[in-house]
């Protein structure tokens, strides 16, 4: 381990020996590096602006297809896909099914002696269109932790799905159902799970849909017929959505779906703008964080995101596993574990 680090400095870095890998970057790497890994295609993960002649760039086809169809960007890049195993500067790269978004995936850097995993966001529950995440056999783990806290505990997909067909059956009744969501990730699986319904997507999740085969519903383009599905993202105005949609229908459902709404506070503060709020999620929620650490086997945990802190303690003091939040660039010290 000591010859071994692993920080964030707007991306996820590690090294071992003379290897540095970048993964997940928001700026332009600058210093040299083996490889960048692009875990999956939120914004908040990959900035195509400054991986233009970015060499060797690794992520997988439909992640490179959602950057394209979305910011219009072509990214030279190496394919790989859950089960590949690409050997770099003597580094095997492994690739694995992360469960977070349609091309998600994680990584394991085999150094040799030491193997390393980097999550990126991921979520251990199947959904209607994607396997849920297995845990990675390494021993260090660098694990996401948006949901680290005890409060978010998600009812099963199934569940949400029964509710969500409820509440579109009653909305489409009498007028139409919204439901509002990030559109990749929750746009795509809604998209699938009502796709027998009167389907209008908006264009940013349409455009989406359409790279990744989901070719169901039309565009949304002012407002649909009365018993429609209407699948959008989160509009900056949601009080004025709703004042339209029910001068138009009369009668309109509005469904807004994030893990946040897992908090009844959160819940409760749309509940009365006359919003459902569901805590469908395409990350992992606590006790799903817990299990993949579990069935890890990781000597050495390093989370990030969210609530990368509380997570690292709950699994220090609770579990005995020695974790900790992944340093920035400048808290970096010999003694990472202490």
């Known amino acids: 381990m000591g010859r071994f680090r692993a920080y964030y400095d707007d991306g996820i870095v590690v090294e071992y020996e003379n290897s540095r890998f970048v993964i997940d970057p928001l700026k332009k790497p600058v210093t040299p590096f083996n490889a960048v890994l692009i875990t999956h295609g939120h914004r908040d993960h990959v900035n195509p602006r400054v991986l233009y002649n970015v060499s060797p760039l690794i992520m997988s086809d439909e992640t490179a297809k959602i950057i394209r169809a979305r910011d219009g960007d072509y990214l030279r890049h190496i394919t790989v896909g859950p089960g590949s195993r690409l050997v770099i500067d003597n580094v095997l790269v492994e690739s694995f099914n992360a469960g977070h978004v349609v091309g998600s995936l994680s990584y394991v850097l085999d150094f040799g002696d030491l193997r390393v995993g980097i999550t990126g966001d991921f979520n251990v529950e199947p959904s209607i269109l994607l396997s849920g995440a297995k845990g990675l056999d390494v021993d260090v783990l660098i694990m996401e932790a948006t949901y680290g806290d005890p409060d978010y505990v998600f009812p099963s997909r199934r569940e949400v799905y029964e509710e969500l067909r409820a509440i579109v059956d009653d909305g489409t009744r009498d007028g139409v159902t919204v439901l509002m969501g990030q559109p990749l990730g929750r746009g795509q699986e809604l998209t699938a799970l009502l796709k027998d319904y009167r389907l209008y997507v908006e264009p940013s999740i349409k455009v989406i849909n359409n790279v990744l085969g989901l070719r169901y519903g039309s565009v949304a383009s002012g407002l649909p017929p009365p018993g429609s599905v209407i699948i959008m993202g989160i509009p900056r105005d949601t009080t004025r ?56 086997g990781a000597r050495f945990v390093y989370t990030v995101y969210g609530n990368a802190a509380k997570f690292a303690k709950y699994l220090r003091s609770e579990l005995g596993i020695m974790a900790r939040p992944l340093p920035g660039h400048g808290q970096l010290t010999m003694d990472y574990f202490l």
């Open 241 to 296: 959505l709703i004042r339209t949609l029910r001068s138009k229908y009369g009668s309109a459902r509005v469904v807004a779906l994030s893990g946040m709404y897992a908090k009844r506070s959160r819940a409760s503060h749309l509940g009365k703008l006359g919003i459902d709020a569901i805590p469908l999620s395409s990350h992992s929620d606590f006790p799903g964080l817990v299990d993949f650490v579990l069935s890890s």
